[in-house]
RNA sequence: CGGGAUGUGGCUCAGUUUGGUAGAGCGCUGCGUUCGGGACGCAGAGAUCGGAGGUUCAAAUCCUCUCAUCCCGACCA
């Protein structure tokens, strides 16, 4: 491609609108503009980047034995109604009628529209297991959308949907896909990690995400310095600690004590001169309807996932300040797990059950009491792991020391089970001519996000750095001739070679002055420039520079072909690549 | 939805406090010089100051309403 023929709008300035390296950068090099919020664009760089991630990635679903095929993006309500995730998926679903009024959505996932697909045509197991996926365009009316193509409201997405006659089947194709994913993210060029994931609403047995490691994420991982174990902040279990139960030991008799106007954890510690590990926090929650009491150490974060999947409730919210009222009868921060509302169910950290002697909210205004015994006073249906791990904390899997880590989340693999097909009626016929539903799994992999994330990972103060295997171009070919017609000559010439040999080329035959191509060349993040002088010519070299590294060697003009073909093998190398 | 901020040429911003002829840099067009790390000179084009209403002799500037965008929080297969 011929940089004069092109359309790359470079500018010079930070957008005002972009606050994160990748949206930054990808606004100045020409890759994307921004519609309206969190809708963007994609101009021809942006575009080409996109198509190497959604190729690489298509090519791997095929290895996997994945067959693509693709849905429409406006869907019918009443195939959300089946799922009853009309009602529950709530503001983020975009609907909309129609002229005859009736509703519709556009996808934010498609789990509904394949299921009503396959339930059509798929009749017995001798056609199972299939699995089939797309490359589209999804819609989730995020309330509030940032960091350009990280969390677009409108973005591109591979989603895959795998249907199974049994569990044994169900898990293999879960498994083909994990392997999948790791093949494609290799390819790719990114440093990332799969780790443990909540399945959360959705259900399911079991699920990873792939996370690409960048300090920028938005999730936090927590892995293990000594095994294999990485996990999601929210699915990081904490296994029961060592030592025996400690309700029922001897504790002084409760007492009160007045702590006017102190509501935190941190106010009343200070105002009774104790560690915040003294105290019980008691938080209360409404889970689908139901009032939860949930307790934990004064020193310590609840998770709320786990409290949700402890109950066994999809939805999960922090009671407002009137229900803390009428469950406790004080005002908000006198919360405590003793003479609680009758029906209240509280659930405890296992870490309290091995200790005794509390201090905690009295459930009257500015009181707590002291010489809480949980076993003696409380009424507690069941200890479990609550808490957000810490980095203190031991790795569940081997007791090794545990990290945190940013991350932002590229893929997600899911085993979805009977969720969609009992609800929708998808069933097939087993080999005793049984009617069963099918086993599910879905399978999402964010190729829009993805371009912004391998820029979150790879850039430096001149502009981003994308590795060869999705750059918009593999390598840029500038000429420095001006009006030196020999030098533009013998670049269209090596531009030509470049073709002949395959390799995803552009020249910069701009009339532009040297630093401008050169800055542009930078900011774009081609990862390997050539540079065509007249001095160069002269002396029968060109110039290569790895964007990566900033070096620069000289290659021979009359064996280009095979210097310019090591080289090259060199940059994909370095970059873990081929 | 709650809190905060911002809307002025294509982009980044000044001007708003104290009402009085709409500015700069970058980008763009033309001509000339220049040409290995975002050149220089000269000449130009381009803005009803987010929108509506109001106050005033006079509004980018003051008042009311509204829309949009961004940040923090809640949310998020």
């Known amino acids: ?31 994307i503009r921004k519609l309206t919020s969190g809708i963007y664009n994609y101009l021809p760089l942006g575009l080409r980047s996109i198509n190497k991630v959604a190729n690489i990635v298509r090519e791997e679903m095929d290895n996997a034995g994945a067959l693509e095929v693709l849905m ?12 009853g995730r009309w009602d529950y998926y709530g503001k983020e679903l975009l609907r909309f009628n129609d002229r005859h009024g009736r509703d519709y959505c556009l996808g934010p996932t498609h789990e509904e529209v394949i299921t009503d697909l396959v339930r059509g045509e798929v009749r017995s197991y001798k056609q199972l297991p ?10 989730r009316d995020e309330i509030r959308p940032r960091f350009g193509l990280m969390r677009g409201r409108e973005f591109i997405m591979k989603d895959a949907y795998s249907f199974d006659k049994d569990e044994e089947g169900a898990e293999a194709s879960y498994w083909n896909m994990f392997e999948a994913y790791k093949k494609a993210f290799s390819r790719i060029g990114l440093r990332f990690k799969p780790v443990q994931a909540d399945s959360g609403a959705i259900g399911g047995d079991f699920s990873h995400e792939f996370m690409v490691l960048a300090e920028t994420g938005e999730d936090t991982i927590a892995s293990c310095k000594a095994c294999e174990f990485a996990a999601n902040l929210e699915k990081a279990r904490i296994n029961e600690p060592e030592g025996e139960c400690l309700c029922d030991a001897e504790c002084p008799a409760l007492e009160e004590v007045a702590t006017p106007g102190k509501h935190t954890v941190e106010e009343v510690c200070e105002f009774l001169g104790v560690e915040q590990s003294a105290l019980v926090k008691t938080l209360l929650f409404v889970v ?17 996932a786990k409290l949700r999947n402890l109950i066994g409730g999809d939805e999960i919210d922090m009671a407002d300040e009137a229900l803390v009222r009428e469950l406790t009868g004080a005002p908000v921060g006198f919360a405590g797990p003793r003479s609680l509302k009758e029906g209240v169910r509280i659930v405890a950290d296992y870490e309290l059950c091995r200790a005794t002697d509390w201090i905690a909210g009295g459930n009257k205004a500015d009181t707590h009491v002291r010489h809480l015994s949980l076993g003696r006073d409380c009424k507690i249906e069941q200890f479990a792991d609550l808490r957000v791990i810490t980095e203190s904390d031991p790795c569940p899997e081997c007791h090794g020391e545990i990290e945190f880590t940013k991350g932002i989340e590229v893929g997600h693999v899911f085993k979805l089970g009977l969720k969609y097909s009992e609800k929708m009626n998808a069933t097939f016929l087993d080999e005793n001519g049984k009617e069963k539903p099918l086993i599910m799994g879905c399978y999402g992999i964010g190729v829009s996000r993805i371009v912004a994330s391998a820029i979150e990972q790879n850039n430096d103060e001149n502009g981003a750095i994308f590795p060869p295997s999705i750059a918009p171009f593999e390598v840029c070919l500038i000429s420095l001739g001006g009006k030196d017609e020999a030098v533009n000559a013998r670049a269209e010439e090596l531009y030509a070679e470049l073709k002949a040999m395959g390799v995803d080329a552009c020249y910069d035959d701009r009339k532009e002055r040297p630093g401008v191509k050169f800055a542009d060349a930078d900011l774009i993040g081609y990862p390997m420039q050539l540079v065509l002088g007249g001095k160069g010519l002269k002396n029968g070299i060109i110039e290569a520079k790895d964007r990566k590294t900033g070096e620069r060697i000289e290659l021979p ?3 280009f072909s095979e210097a310019f073909g090591q080289w090259r093998e060199s940059i994909w190398q370095a970059w873990g690549l081929k």
């Open 1 to 31: 491609m011929k940089l004069s023929r092109y359309y790359i709008p470079t500018l010079k300035e930070d957008p005002a609108e972009a606050e994160v390296i990748s949206h930054k950068l990808l606004m100045r090099a020409g890759m």
């Open 72 to 83: 429409p993006s406006v869907q019918p309500a009443d195939l959300w109604q089946e799922t």
């Open 130 to 139: 299939i699995n089939l996926y797309q490359v589209q365009t999804k819609f």
């Open 288 to 304: 689908d309807g139901e009032p939860v009491a949930a307790l934990v150490r004064g020193d310590r974060e609840l998770n709320d």
């Open 557 to 559: 003009l009359d064996s």
